[in-house]
């Protein structure tokens, strides 16, 4: 058995980890690899991977790299690594250039492991579209929705309702008067995940929680009222599923994103994994409790967001990256945050479906949310 990843986004936490992955296996090897503007890691991986191709995406100047690798700069460059011998594309870039990643893999008949929020929060009623037309499957890695999939046994249907855990966040146990003093390096203070800062600081105001229903409505074609969030202090259970008979199954592990990860690249098959054992007995209990929904408002949008449709969720994407981004320059106090998402969705006008559509959506509401952040800011 070998399989040759295209790895997008080789420098980012789960890019590494991927590659972690890959050092333990063999039989894995990497044929492309892309970064956005860490060139001293990816020349330094290109070393040690070796692979065919390689790409700067964020830079003019390509990689350094021995003669027999091809190396490429520019956002362009993103679709140089979806080589022809392929096995799978595992597109583990940030941001909504990961939505470009995942068409171009599509395109090209590539299985596609997705660790990418962005291409199905922003676009994933054309993503899943035209998956389904080029008979290409989707492979969820985010720990939640690759949970549902193992709980449904690899499939996408049979299900009653989808139950995705959140751990609560460093603010579970905050009152909602402390919320608007809270810092970045409050909100970077993750009690259970190690991850990069924009996502952690959406645990923190629970958006992430929201794109992840986005998420689940697409990948599995379930309905909103379909999909329920329980917040689970512990982190072991990662989601839930429940049948028409009312039993649930869930997928329960330590919280480390190398299990995903690694079924992702070995699915069918589940290998060996240097991971901590699940220990019960020592863990001795189990807390679920109900997501305060007035206290994290950002979870409400991102459902207003999905509720509204077409490109709606694409503003809110571009609105949090603003607003976080400011948050962690010190520029935006923590519930301002929501202030700035919701102004941007109030001012979005609704767009066709299309790549191009959702670019300019992406693009405007960056313009917008930079105005909201500069009115609002310290």
Known sequence: MTKKIALIGSTGSIGRQVLSIVKENPWLSVVSLTAHTNRELLEEQIIEYNPRVACLTGCDQPPAAPKVVEVYSGADSIERAITADADIVFVAVTGFCGLRAVLAAIEAGKTVALANKEALVCGGEIVMAKAKAKGVEIIPVDSEHSAVWQALGFKRQGFKRLILTASGGPFRQAKTCEMRHFT?????AHPN???????????ATMLNKGFEVIEAHHLFSAPASSIEVV?????I???????????????MSVPDMRQPIQLALTYPERLPLNIPTLDLVKLSRLEFFPLDREKFPCFDLALSALS????????????SEVAVNAFLKDRLGFTDIARVIEEVLNKTERTEMTYAALEYT????RRLAMQAADRLGK
């Open 184 to 188: 970045a390096k409050d909100a970077l």
């Open 193 to 203: 995940w190690s991850m990069g800062e924009k996502i952690t600081v959406d645990c």
């Open 231 to 235: 917040v689970h202090p512990q982190s």
């Open 237 to 251: 259970i990662h989601s839930m599923v429940e049948f028409d008979d009312n039993s649930v199954m869930a997928e």
């Open 308 to 319: 509204t449709g077409a490109n709606a969720p694409t503003a809110l994407n571009a609105a």
């Open 362 to 365: 992406d693009a405007v509401s």
